[in-house]
């Protein structure tokens, strides 16, 4: 029943039961942005010094760069993700770690209920993409002070050959679980200029807008990384 609640309840639910126990883990040595490991650039995205520094992370599934952020960094940095499993196997996983905290929540709605602000939000395909921008950026606004950065990485709009949006609304895509079925899911598949658009409005200016290829996956970009200020 629950796993009807969400396709991403269903992902962590069937990655759960193929994983077993979430045990302990090294922190990785890296951030990572795109589809490819290693590949892109590393937490120097969100800002040359992050020592001391407040993030949030907005979808952060089991929490390997939450966790990378908080030990390699000297950050503190707050994850939030949809489903319950997935903040118990982060926790599980990096609970260990000082300055570190995981937080089962929407993130439209963590954002509306939290207290304080943040130095950093960032997402890695994460909430962003996933919520309806005209709502989500401007509550992540709400919660950066004036130069605060805002980083997200979403899969590419022309990834494997498509056309990014030629409006606003959402187009239907697909969770793939991990024994191959699917699930839909609206996303938002902006080109870099339409999520311009939407950041100028919520109040942001953009910074840049990367593409990334996955080799795996033929010559088409597969991430989009965009980095953006708050006004
Ligand atoms: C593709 S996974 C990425 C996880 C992680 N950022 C990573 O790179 O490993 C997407 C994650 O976003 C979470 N998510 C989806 N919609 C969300 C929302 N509205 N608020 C918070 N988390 C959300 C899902 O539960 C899932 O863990």
Redesign the pocket.
């Known amino acids: 029943m629950l796993a009807q609640a969400?396709p991403?309840?269903a992902?962590?639910l069937q990655r759960t039961a193929a994983a077993g126990l979430a045990e302990p883990l090294l922190v990785p040595a890296r951030m990572?942005w795109t589809t490819r490991p290693g590949q892109g650039p590393d937490a120097d995205v969100l800002g040359p010094d992050l020592r001391g520094k407040r993030l949030l992370?907005?979808?952060?599934?089991?929490?390997?760069?939450a966790a990378h952020l908080a030990a390699r960094h000297g950050t503190h940095v707050t994850g939030?993700?949809?489903?319950g499993l997935?903040v118990r196997r982060a926790r599980s996983h990096y609970g260990r770690l000082h300055n570190l905290t995981f937080v089962a929540?929407?993130?439209?709605h963590?954002l509306q209920a939290c207290d304080g602000q943040f130095d950093v939000i960032y997402?890695?395909?994460?909430?962003i993409g996933?919520?309806t921008p005209e709502f989500l950026l401007p509550a992540i606004a709400r919660r950066l002070p004036p130069g605060g950065v805002l980083a997200f990485s979403v899969p590419h709009p022309q990834r494997g050959g498509r056309r990014p949006s030629g409006d606003d609304r959402p187009r239907r895509d697909h969770?793939t679980l991990p024994d191959r079925s699917r699930l839909p899911i609206a996303r938002w598949e902006f080109s870099p200029d339409r999520w311009e658009k939407h950041l100028s409005l919520a109040g942001f200016w953009l910074t840049s807008a990367q593409e990334f290829h996955d080799p795996r996956a033929g010559h088409w970009p597969t991430t989009l990384l965009i980095r953006a200020r708050r006004l």
Request: some cysteine.
């Open positions: 969400s991403w309840h992902h962590a990572e992370e907005l979808g952060c599934g089991p929490g390997h760069n939030v993700d949809l489903v997935q929540g929407h993130a439209l963590h997402s890695v395909f994460g909430a996933l919520v969770v």
